[in-house]
């Protein structure tokens, strides 16, 4: 049997203030095609398929279209579950009628919901789609009080689906996590404020297939079957190393797995460049792929007039600009990206730097308990 595993698509992204939507419809065609060409049985697609939780118009209308493509049009089934950044209740509208159609779409937690059954030469293969679930939905869906963390919750559910699995069938998973000793990018956001939130790779024993999402950076964690398939597009220029592709898989008789990942070519590239503001602009006239968004990490020491202004005379998206010697230290600017900093340690490095002392651990704890509730309230919302 074969799959064509995809996540992470986050429709609606922008990014310094840029609407990467035309790209990421860009890279859907490319997705329909590989669909059209490959012919699969399935396409999983793993979670965090909007953005946020209530998605600008625009990418409802591409996920429909895209959606309509592969079901009513290839007539290939679709599973897809939501991921922490979608609003499970708005990713689930209609799923009752859509399935009827071959597009079976979880968004809250349905505990022990009844499975897609394949059929191929070799005989049935079941696929349960398990949504994103704070813990404390889990404890209160499943009745079990000793639910306390994210291993705790993905480990309830997946003793669930081998306690309903029929004998002799094949299982594939399609889950929202961060496993452990999985590579994480800097454009996921935490599935826990103040902790980890991850998972042991044992909440898979025993499936044959496990197609994740919510790690950006497509990949193997431990065994060939379970796998990141990565997201749709670089969405943050730590990935600009990154091959983004979708994730082709073949299930044998015997429930053995192999893996091809298929490339996605952009529409515009995201990259780095480095050197004088002097010497980036002038290589651009050369420069093939001048359209690119562009982050140019200049090694000027002295003062510049209007560098980005400069900057997109040649390269007219460009959307950053480093100067690592001006970089300064401390909690607050431990990233060059000031959005993938914890809120906690921002506000405790202007509390120091305002009033020249460092958070007590009561305030400490204070605020960690203040952001918690307003990240809670912002995935529910």
């Not at 529409?267 to 602009?281: C, F, M």
């Amino acid at each position: 049997m074969r799959f064509l595993h995809s996540a992470d698509w986050h429709l609606g992204r922008v990014y310094h203030g840029v609407s990467l939507l035309e790209d990421q419809d860009h890279a859907l065609q490319q997705f329909v095609r590989i669909a059209a060409d490959t012919r699969p049985d399935a396409v999983l697609l793993a979670g965090d398929i909007y953005d946020r939780s209530v998605p600008p118009a625009e990418a409802l209308r591409l996920l429909d279209r895209v959606l309509e493509q592969l079901v009513l049009g290839l007539r290939i089934p679709v599973v897809m579950i939501a991921g922490n950044h979608d609003g499970p209740d708005r990713l689930a509208f209609g799923s009752g009628l859509l399935q009827r159609a071959g597009l079976l779409v979880r968004g809250p937690v349905e505990w022990a919901a009844a499975p897609l059954v394949l059929n191929d030469a070799h005989g049935e293969v079941e696929i349960h789609a398990l949504p994103y679930a704070e813990p404390a939905l889990v404890r209160s869906v499943s009745g079990d009080d000793t639910v306390t963390d994210h291993h705790a919750a993905l480990a309830a559910q997946t003793a669930a689906v081998r306690a309903a699995r029929a004998p002799g069938r094949r299982v594939v998973v399609v889950a929202h996590a961060f496993v452990q000793g999985g590579a994480e990018s800097e454009s996921e956001r935490p599935l826990s404020v103040g902790g980890t939130g991850a998972v042991g790779a044992e909440v898979f024993a025993g499936f044959d297939y496990v197609a994740l999402g919510h790690l950006h950076r497509a990949q193997q964690v431990g065994e060939a079957r379970i796998q990141y398939a990565g997201s749709l597009l670089k969405y943050a220029f730590s990935e600009a190393d990154q091959r983004k592709s979708v994730t082709l898989v073949e299930l044998d008789g015997a429930g053995v797995c192999s893996v091809e990942r298929i490339a996605l070519t952009p529409r515009r590239d995201l990259r780095i460049v480095e050197g004088t503001l002097e010497a980036i602009v002038a290589a651009a006239a050369s420069d093939p792929a001048r359209d690119d968004y562009l982050l140019a990490r200049l090694t000027d020491s002295g003062a510049l007039l209007d560098a980005m202004g400069k900057l997109r005379t040649a390269y007219p998206n460009a959307l950053a600009i480093e100067r690592p010697v001006l970089t300064g230290d401390g909690p607050g600017r431990a990233h060059a990206d000031h959005r993938r900093t914890r809120i906690q340690d921002l506000f405790a490095s202007f509390h120091r730097d305002t009033t020249g002392l460092a958070l007590e651990p009561a305030a400490q704890a204070a605020l960690e308990r203040i952001v918690d509730r307003i990240e809670l309230e912002a995935r529910s919302a």
